[in-house]
């Protein structure tokens, strides 16, 4: 039995639907065990070998090279504006140097993308520190909190508009580099077996296709519609890009970088 792990976010919906309900019944994942966890979880599970692949931060790769294989063609990526990584502040960004800032738990990924957009972008010397409270609860003491996945959305849907900034980093670092950024990979470790991971190629590739064709489909029948639209989710997935193309890994290659030169690697 192949152990994936599975990331319940709203961003990776579509595929894991499709992976696990494929059209075709030739196309069954019953070999699959998948193994639920937020971003950072499904990282340690991967470190630790405990799942054989699945959907990783992408500064879990960029740190340990030498642990994974690439499964190439997929990713959760974005050319500009994510929607749901997201720096919710009680003042303008530009103040906040000298400051404390909060960043989710959840994504080691988008911490260090805020640590490079604050550092490289806005010449900031911030101090951030990685939080499990609510996003109300957080900025009572601090200016900012930089959250992922399905809070960043649940809050930027409930919080008046006025009420803070808020800044999309995927927004940013497009603006600056001009390449996509590259929040998670699909990897497998180097012990996965390569026939079985062509096979979970062949099984993502097939989905990807379903799910963007289908998006409208699967937000209809999603455990999502007691929280957002249908329209909501289908404008969010269609932010995403989940391939993984040269110009992917040229964002990612940047990424990497700027984190070697802040010493986050």
């Not at 799942?51 to 994974?68: K, T, V, W």
């Not at 900012?144 to 927004?171: H, K, Q, V």
Request: contains cysteine.
């Amino acid at each position: 039995m192949k152990k994936i792990g599975r990331i319940n976010f709203a961003n990776l919906y579509p595929i894991f639907y499709c992976l696990e309900n494929p059209l075709s019944a030739s196309n069954s994942t019953t070999e699959y065990e998948f193994t639920d966890g937020v971003p950072s979880e499904i990282n340690a599970l991967l470190r630790e070998g405990l799942i054989d692949a699945g959907p990783s931060s992408s500064i879990e790769y960029l740190r340990s090279p030498q642990l994974y294989n690439l499964i190439d063609g997929h990713s959760v990526s974005s050319f500009g504006r994510i929607m749901s990584i997201i720096l919710f502040s009680r003042v303008e960004i530009e103040t906040l140097d000298g400051k404390t800032v909060l960043s989710s738990y959840q994504s080691e990924t988008s911490t260090g993308l805020l640590r490079i957009i604050l550092r490289k972008f806005y010449n900031l010397n911030v101090e951030i520190k990685t939080s499990r409270a609510p996003l109300s609860e957080g900025l009572r003491e601090h200016p900012a909190y930089l959250l992922i996945g399905d809070n960043a959305l649940i809050e930027a849907a409930s919080t008046p508009t006025n009420a803070l900034f808020r800044y999309d980093l995927s927004s940013i670092w497009y603006e600056q580099t001009g390449l996509p950024f590259v929040f998670a990979l699909w990897i497998s470790r180097k012990q996965f077996e390569s026939g079985d991971a062509a096979e979970l190629r062949t099984a993502l590739d097939r989905a990807k296709a379903e799910a963007v064709s289908s998006f409208e489909s699967i937000a209809k029948n999603s455990p999502y519609m007691n929280r957002f639209t249908a329209e909501g989710l289908v404008s969010y997935w269609r932010t995403i890009s989940y391939d993984l193309t040269k110009m992917h890994m040229d964002g990612l290659e940047l990424f990497g970088k700027y984190l070697s030169e802040l010493r986050l690697l």
